[in-house]
């Protein structure tokens, strides 16, 4: 089973800085997929960004970047210029290439403070 | 329309209370999930619907029945609730998948109903 694992349970930055969330995930399966999710106090789960794992570039979504080190097994988020709407819960998430559905391994969540 | 709309976004019941929940999603998306997510923690898969059939029940407790009666509309149905039930309850929905066709697709969600069991 894959498991993924967020070990920050909350961040600060303030804005206009930039931050780093750390994921590392766990799996023997060579093909995948890897997400970010936002999840701000309106509960809505948002897609910031998202990895395919045969593509050695890193995604990048305007201020949101990612580095992912695949034989690591490392997926972290980086955020440019922060925001005070980026303050949210962030879930690192797996989906397997291998399953006809989306369905994903999300991690613990990291909650992500902005101050001004 | 990119929107998955979930009814109600508050619901309080008993015990002893039957209720529905109810998710719609106009985007053509043949598989629909519900996930349930506590206070703080990731969301947990509960149920997964391909093409209106049942595709995957994570052992969930028989209080909690789905139902999808059309492509676009996904109900979970509750009897007999637990107050350890208590909890945003999300719909989602993703493009055309079978088993073995996975794509890199985006999984859209609603904005959850919380449910409170007294």
């Known amino acids: 089973a894959q498991t993924v694992t967020q070990s920050q349970p909350e961040m600060s930055v303030q804005e206009a800085e930039t931050v780093t969330l750390s994921c590392t995930y766990d799996?023997?399966?060579?093909?995948?997929?890897l997400f970010w999710y936002k999840q701000p106090p309106s509960r809505q789960m948002i897609l910031v960004i998202r990895?395919?794992?045969?593509?050695?570039q890193n995604a990048t979504e305007n201020r949101f970047s990612v580095n992912f080190q695949k034989a690591a097994k490392s997926f972290s988020l980086k955020i440019s210029d922060s925001q005070l709407g980026d303050a949210a819960m962030y879930f690192c998430a797996y989906r397997s290439a291998n399953s006809g559905y989306s369905t994903l391994t999300f991690g613990k969540g990291t909650m992500l403070l902005v101050s001004p | 329309d990119t929107e998955v709309t979930q009814t109600p976004k508050h619901l309080v019941m008993g015990m002893t209370n039957k209720k529905s929940l109810k998710c719609e999603q106009h985007m053509g998306h043949r598989a629909m999930y519900w996930y349930k997510q506590k206070a703080k923690k990731p969301p947990e898969l509960m149920f997964v619907y391909s093409y209106e059939k049942l595709s995957i029940n994570e052992s969930v407790p028989s209080r909690f029945s789905p139902e999808c009666p059309n492509s676009s509309l996904l109900n979970l149905h509750l009897h007999a609730l637990q107050p350890e039930d208590s909890a945003l309850y999300l719909c989602?929905?993703?493009?055309?998948?079978?088993?073995?066709?996975?794509?890199?697709?985006?999984?859209?969600f609603g904005s959850g109903t919380q449910l409170s069991v007294l």
């Open positions: 799996t023997s399966e060579s093909d995948y997929y």
């Open positions: 990895q395919e794992a045969y593509k050695q």
């Open positions: 989602a929905s993703s493009q055309d998948t079978r088993a073995g066709a996975a794509t890199n697709e985006k999984l859209f």
